[in-house]
């Protein structure tokens, strides 16, 4: 359903790239579509209808008369206003007050509190500090044994406290960080209804009690319409400073994003994309407002396959691609690369094409890469560097050696000969290398 | 803006009921009326294209005795039709396999508690199968669980396949001629191949033990959930071939309204509400109620 309203959106949009002045109609055809969007991707509908203003009103306005590509504009203005609501600059947690700083988490049953705990954690020593992971939790079962377990597999300590007061406990955790020369100490609350007056009192106790330079609102990217009044009932009880949005490594549009922050102006300060510790990523608005949009998130992509792709390397190898001398090793570094930037699969979710495509027709490809990388592991440097010595009976070899048929090596190298070709004739634009083994017939 | 927010929620009530109180039978609602009731169905995350199409009904239906509203109640309560009963009921001579699925964090391991608590206080005995080998803790949360209630948990080691906790549990079930068998698994985000792949996997490790196993595969969603609902429930069913929908948290604010749309075009029913984190905070899933938040008349 999404796909199809967001397919209907790019349609309205690209068709009014053509026209050259936007009327009435045509304007009022793409709110029309934005709203369903917008309403599919969970953003709250008062929300929604307070953005769509802000936009209608600026699209009629000068600036897309008077340009030549008012449909461009459209999206522009759109993309731009959501990156302005969703916050300009990036921010991180405020570690304020006295050490050790108390960075506090509160939200909902079940919105990732605990994770995130464990993941801000590692967050931070990363960055250099000396984090104590407690819990307060003292109505769920086995909460505090989780986080426990969690700072285990992440090597981050965990406050073991007695009682089941949780002021109490969050005081003894304070205390325990100062004796250990620890300097924030990050708080997993139990999770709680706004509803539930005792359970607010609970959390605004801590706050008192505490006085925490960072609370931190936990918020289910899975969540719907609702969310506005979950949050804006925690920002009314308790000086909340910021939220973290988490499960967005699912296929959810994330419109809660847009709801709390135009709700409460909170930045958001990182998204959680897994179960492990190490899962925790900064917020790009840009991002999340292409997500929202349903436009795929293109930008994610360039900037995971530049941090795992070795400039350098790259820039070596572009030229040997011009030059046609790309041989097995080159190859072969490739795919290493590729898979620093993960699984195909995981490439593919984040290009706006790629949405539609059932992963399940991505499976053979992986399992393509993984018996080439073998093929390749089992060719000679000799090899590697020519190709094209690769007669009959070394086919037969490799193919042995790699535990795999001479037809799999029979059709690596006609792969790797066509994308030898295409690259030649690519040769003078600069290449993607990622596209270019998906042109010779590498993934779908 | 939380203000204005607010009061135009409130105010959409305001003229909902308003508008609701004023049509009478034989009258056409006019515009505004409609509009309402749009945003209240959005509001309580039914999703814009359901709430769209069950407003533009009312809107062709013809004039007579039935009022508008009645024909939108009538018509979400034909398609929860099916949400009658607690499930398929118990198989002759051999235990009832219910398996618990959902994404991470909407109530699978604490509704797995409230069912085996209500099945023993219907005098069944009851087994529980800690399949969540992932999650830090899952097994202890289920096993506190477990001596609350004084029902056994089958477990393994943590890291371990969860399709073989499920053949044990499936087992001992059997030889101890337990009447239920309840199985926790890891919460899951339906976009994950392996861990979908997984699910079959122990759908069949019940089927190996007990024929005819899972009897039902119940999906636990969390009412706060917005139209990823509606995909998770598909892959959900396509994977684990889900029988049927809990609610849990319906508790909170959130109405939940995903899972009509998830009723309409999947065909499943709403077996059980949760209402809280104790142990009896699960009811029969009540459509007339249900609907009543729907259309926001329940305060
Ligand atoms: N896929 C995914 N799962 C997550 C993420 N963050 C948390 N989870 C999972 O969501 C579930 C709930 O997470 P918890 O950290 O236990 O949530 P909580 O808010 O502490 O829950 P309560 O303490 O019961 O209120 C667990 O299964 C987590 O593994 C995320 O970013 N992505
Ligand atoms: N208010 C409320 N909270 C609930 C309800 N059901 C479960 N919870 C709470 O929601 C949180 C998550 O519940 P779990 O049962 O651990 O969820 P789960 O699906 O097993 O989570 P994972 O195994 O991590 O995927 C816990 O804090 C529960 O106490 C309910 O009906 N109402
Ligand atoms: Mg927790
Ligand atoms: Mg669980």
């Not at chain 1, 006295?98 to 990363?126: D, E, F, I, N």
């Not at chain 1, 290009?351 to 027709?361: N, Y």
Request: charged share 25%.
């Amino acid at each position: 359903m999404f796909e199809h309203i967001s397919q209907r959106l790019q349609r309205t949009l690209s068709m009014m790239r053509g026209v050259v002045r936007v009327d009435e109609a045509s304007l009022g055809e793409a709110l029309r579509d934005l709203r369903m969007a917008l309403l599919e991707a969970d953003v709250n509908f008062g929300v929604v209808k307070d953005f769509l203003a802000v936009v209608g009103e600026r699209a009629q306005g000068q600036e897309v008369l008077d340009s030549l590509s008012p449909g461009q504009q459209v999206v522009k203005i759109v993309h731009e206003e959501m990156v302005k609501l969703l916050g300009g600059a990036r921010v991180s947690l405020r570690l304020e007050g006295a050490t050790p700083h108390v960075v506090m988490l509160v939200g909902l049953q079940g919105a990732g509190k605990t994770t995130t705990a464990a993941k801000l954690g590692h967050r931070l020593r990363c960055s250099g500090h000396s984090p104590l992971l407690a819990s307060v939790d003292v109505h769920r079962p086995a909460a505090r044994e989780q986080l426990a377990q969690m700072a285990t597999s992440a090597s981050l300590q965990a406050f073991e406290g007695d009682g089941d007061d949780p002021v109490d406990l969050a005081r003894q955790a304070v205390e325990a960080a100062r004796l250990n020369g620890r300097d924030v100490v990050v708080l997993d609350t139990a999770g709680r209804l706004h509803l539930d007056g005792t359970m607010m009192d609970e959390a605004a106790a801590l706050v008192e009690a505490l006085n925490p330079g960072d609370v931190v609102y936990v918020a289910d990217s899975l969540a719907g319409q609702d969310a506005v009044n979950t949050v804006s009932v925690f920002g009314g009880r308790l000086p909340l400073t910021g939220t973290v949005l988490t499960k967005l490594d699912g296929d959810a549009r994330g419109g809660v994003a847009m709801s709390i922050v135009a709700v409460t102006g909170l930045p958001i300060l990182y998204v959680g994309v897994g179960e492990r510790f190490e899962d925790l990523e900064p917020f790009h608005p840009d991002r999340i407002a292409s997500r929202i949009l349903g436009m795929g998130d293109i930008l994610t992509l360039i900037e995971k396959a530049q941090d795992a792709v070795d400039v350098e390397k790259t820039a070596d190898m572009e030229k040997r691609l011009r030059e046609a001398t790309f041989t097995f090793e080159d190859f072969r570094e490739q795919m290493r690369q590729m898979n620093k930037i993960g699984s195909i699969s995981k490439l593919f979710e984040m290009l706006p094409m790629g949405r539609g495509i059932d992963s399940k027709v991505l499976a053979p490809a992986e399992d393509d890469m993984r018996r080439f990388s073998a093929i390749i592991d089992s060719m000679t440097a000799e090899e590697r560097c020519h190709p094209q010595t690769i007669d009959g009976s070394r086919r037969r070899r490799i193919a042995k050696g790699s535990g795999t048929r001479v037809q799999d090596v029979n059709q690596l190298l006609k792969q790797f000969n066509t994308a030898r070709k295409l690259m030649r004739k690519l040769g003078r634009q600069r290449g993607n290398p990622l596209d270019m083994m998906r042109s010779a017939g590498f993934g779908p | 803006m939380v203000g204005a927010l607010g009061r135009s929620l409130s105010r959409t009530r305001a003229r909902l009921s308003d508008a609701l109180r004023h049509l009478v039978p034989s009258q056409k609602p006019d515009e505004e009326t409609l509009e309402a009731l749009e945003e209240a169905l959005i509001a309580a995350d039914v999703g814009p294209t359901t709430a769209l199409r069950l407003v533009e009904n009312l809107r062709q239906a013809p004039v007579d005795d039935e009022s508008p509203p009645e024909r939108l109640r009538a018509a979400m309560l034909e398609t929860l039709a099916k949400s009658k009963t607690e499930g398929n009921g118990p198989p002759d001579g051999r235990p009832q396999v219910i398996l618990l699925v959902g994404v991470n964090g909407s109530g699978k391991t604490t509704t797995a508690a409230k069912l085996g608590a209500r099945y023993v206080a219907q005098g069944r005995s009851v087994i529980f199968g800690a399949a969540d080998t992932f999650r830090a803790a899952g097994v202890e949360q289920l096993e506190v669980w477990g001596a609350r209630l004084d029902v056994s948990v089958i477990a393994h080691q943590p890291g371990g396949d969860p399709a073989a906790v499920v053949y044990d549990t499936c087992e001992a079930g059997r030889s101890r001629g337990i009447n239920v068998v309840l199985i926790d698994t890891a919460g899951r985000l339906h976009t994950k191949d392996n861990l979908m792949a997984e699910l079959s996997k122990i759908h069949r490790a019940a089927a190996k033990v007990i024929e005819g196993a899972p009897d039902e595969v119940w999906l636990v969603l969390d009412a706060t959930t917005g139209q990823n609902g509606l995909r998770q429930a598909e892959e959900f069913l396509q994977h684990a071939g889900v029988t049927g929908l809990i609610l849990a948290k319906l508790d909170g604010s959130a109405k939940g309204g995903v899972a009509l749309a998830i009723a309409e075009t999947l065909d499943l029913p709403i077996r059980f509400v949760g209402t809280g984190e104790g142990i009896d905070n699960l009811a029969p899933f009540d459509a007339e109620a249900y609907v009543d938040g729907l259309l926001g008349e329940d305060q």
